[in-house]
């Protein structure tokens, strides 16, 4: 899918860290340009969450590669991923590697639809889509992070501390940097949006920006991000 990616289909990869803000943006990029979205986190969630409701340890290798190779997505509703617990196991299992190469082929599908696709996550930038038109590494400080963290997860009504959520995250950075099979890291044809101090209709915008000038400029790939 290569040299077509770049001619023709628009697939937008949103890599950054948890809490980033980068499922807001791709989810308002794919409606802004009307493209199918998958948050490819949810994938690793539902592979936590099914070694977890099987009785396995979450470090259990064997299960988790077991559960990779069978389960079917309809079986776990949203909402009952977007929990604390579920997104520290899903960083314990996302540095497995058969767990990694597991879900690659469900999200170049996804990919690789008529029009193009966004896909948010980790390594969508790096390995899922290399050949994306546009690439997005969102962040934000780890304090930002955690108090947005904090307001989501107090909003659906899970007890924690500011604290508790940003010493989460530091844990979940150091896992998700450090693991040796598609660590997070910049795209070197990413351009990096720092949300920190944007609103989500700033950081939208900027987004779409950047976007529109990758679109604009698709041969020219590592020219505005060097500055
Ligand atoms: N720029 C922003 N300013 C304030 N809150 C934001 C911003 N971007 C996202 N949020 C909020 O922060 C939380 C985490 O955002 P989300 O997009 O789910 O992050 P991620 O997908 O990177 O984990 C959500 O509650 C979202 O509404
Ligand atoms: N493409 C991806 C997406 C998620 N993940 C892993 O899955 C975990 C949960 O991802 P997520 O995107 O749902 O987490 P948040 O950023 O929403 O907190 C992350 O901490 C990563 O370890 C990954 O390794 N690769």
């Known amino acids: 899918m290569s040299s077509n990616d770049k001619r023709g289909r628009l697939v937008i990869a949103v890599d950054g860290p948890a809490a980033s803000g980068k499922g807001t943006l791709a989810r308002r990029l ?78 170049r599908r996804f990919a690789g639809q008529a029009g193009g696709a966004v896909l948010d996550g980790r390594d969508i930038g790096t390995v899922i889509c290399p050949e994306a038109r546009a690439k997005l590494f969102v962040t934000a400080t780890p304090e930002v992070r955690a108090a947005r963290r904090h307001r989501e997860l107090t909003a659906r009504g899970e007890p924690a501390t500011f604290e508790g959520i940003l010493a989460d995250i530091r844990r979940r950075d150091a896992r998700d940097s450090g693991r040796s099979d598609a660590p997070l890291k910049l795209a070197e044809d990413a351009v990096l949006l720092d949300t920190s101090a944007l609103t989500i209709e700033e950081a939208a915008a900027a987004a779409i920006g950047i976007v529109d000038a990758r679109r604009a400029n698709p041969s020219h790939e590592n020219a505005i991000i060097s500055d």
């Not at 977007?82 to 899903?90: D, H, P, T, Y």
């Open 30 to 107: 794919a409606a802004h340009y009307g493209l199918p979205y998958l948050d490819t986190g949810l994938l690793y969630r539902m592979v936590a969450k099914a070694v977890l409701d099987a009785g396995h340890d979450i470090q259990d290798a064997d299960a988790a590669a077991a559960i990779v190779a069978s389960f079917d997505e309809a079986a776990f509703p949203e909402d009952s991923l977007r929990g604390r617990e579920i997104g520290e196991a899903a960083s314990v299992v996302a540095a497995m590697p058969a767990v990694r190469s597991g879900l690659i082929a469900r999200q």
